[in-house]
C-alpha cells in the first residue's frame, strides 16, 4: 500500500493561520538574556523561567556581573526552578567563559554557542533563530511530539528530527515553523489528551487519523460488549451472579 503523502505546505498554511503572532514565549531584552533564560528552561515551562528571571534581570544582565557570585549565591536567584544546581554551576562557567573569550557577548555560531557549558544544539539553535535572525528549528519536547504525530517528521532521536524537518520546511519558514509547533503543542497538541476533535488539522494529521481508525475498530466491539454485559432474565427460583 503507498503511503500516504504528507501535505506540508497545507500544514504550515494551516498552522500560520492558527498562530499568526507565534514568538518565543522567554522574556529577554538581549541576546545574553536570552541565552540564561534558555539554559534555565530545561525541564521547566517558560512561565515559571519568567517569574525567576525579572527580578534576576535587574540585576544581572551582563556577563561580568555573575562573575562575583558564588555558585551558593547564583543557586539563591533561581532556586525555584528544576536542577538549579547544575543550571548554576553552568551559568557561571558560560559568563566567565563569555567575559574572557568573547568580550561579553554572545557568539553567534553552533559551535561556539555549544561549548559553552549547560549549551546544547536546541539551546543554540533558540539563541540563533530569535536573537540574531539565524533559520533555525530547535527541537523541544513539544515541537519533538508535534513533527512526529503530523508525520512532519518520524524519529525517536532529536537530531533526526530536526534533520528531517529542515529538510521538509523551506528554509525562510523554518524558525516561524518551530514556534507554531511549540504554541501548538502546548495549546491543543498535549502529551496526553490532545485536543484533536478541536484541531483544524484533524483532517491532515497522521495521528489523528490513526486514533480516528482506532476507535472505529473499538466501537463495534465495544457495542458487542455491551449487548454481552446486559444481564439476563433471572429465574424466580434461582438466582443468577452478576455479569461483571
Known amino acids: 500500500m503507498a503511503q500516504r503523502k504528507v501535505p506540508v505546505a497545507d500544514i504550515l498554511d494551516t498552522l500560520q493561520q492558527m498562530y499568526p503572532d507565534a514568538h518565543c514565549e522567554l522574556n529577554y531584552t538581549t541576546p545574553f538574556e536570552l541565552l540564561i533564560a534558555t539554559i534555565l528552561s530545561a525541564q521547566c515551562t517558560d512561565k515559571r523561567v519568567n517569574e525567576i528571571t525579572e527580578p534576576m534581570f535587574k540585576e544581572l544582565n551582563r556577563p561580568e556581573h555573575y562573575l562575583h557570585l558564588t ?3 547564583m543557586e539563591e536567584h533561581i532556586k525555584g526552578l528544576g536542577l538549579y544546581k547544575n543550571k548554576s554551576k553552568n551559568i557561571l562557567e558560560a559568563c566567565r567563559i ?6 561579553g557577548e554572545v557568539p553567534q555560531t553552533h559551535a561556539e554557542l555549544e561549548a559553552l557549558p549547560g549549551v546544547g544544539r536546541k ?3 533558540v539563541v540563533l533563530s530569535n536573537a540574531f535572525g539565524v533559520p533555525a528549528i530547535a527541537v523541544d519536547t513539544h515541537v519533538f511530539r508535534v513533527a512526529n504525530r503530523l508525520g512532519l517528521a518520524k524519529s525517536d532521536n532529536v537530531d533526526e528530527v530536526e534533520r ?3 529538510k521538509r520546511i523551506p528554509r525562510e519558514k523554518w524558525s516561524d515553523a518551530h514556534h507554531w509547533l511549540i504554541w501548538h503543542g502546548r495549546r491543543i497538541c498535549a ?3 490532545p ?4 484541531c483544524p488539522l484533524q ?3 497522521k495521528y489523528a487519523l490513526t486514533e480516528a481508525k482506532k476507535a472505529e475498530k473499538k466501537a463495534p466491539a465495544k457495542q458487542a460488549g455491551k449487548q454481552a454485559a446486559k444481564p439476563k432474565a433471572k429465574p424466580k427460583a434461582k438466582k443468577e451472579p452478576s455479569i461483571s
Not at 563569555?98 to 568580550?103: A, D, H, R, V
Not at 485536543?195 to 478541536?198: G, P, R, S, V, W
Open 164 to 166: 528531517q524537518l529542515m
Open 195 to 198: 485536543k484533536c476533535d478541536q
Open 203 to 205: 483532517s491532515m494529521c
Open 98 to 103: 563569555l567575559f574572557e573569550k568573547y568580550n
Open 71 to 73: 555558585q551558593e549565591e
Open 123 to 125: 539551546t543554540a539553535n
Open 191 to 193: 502529551a496526553r489528551n
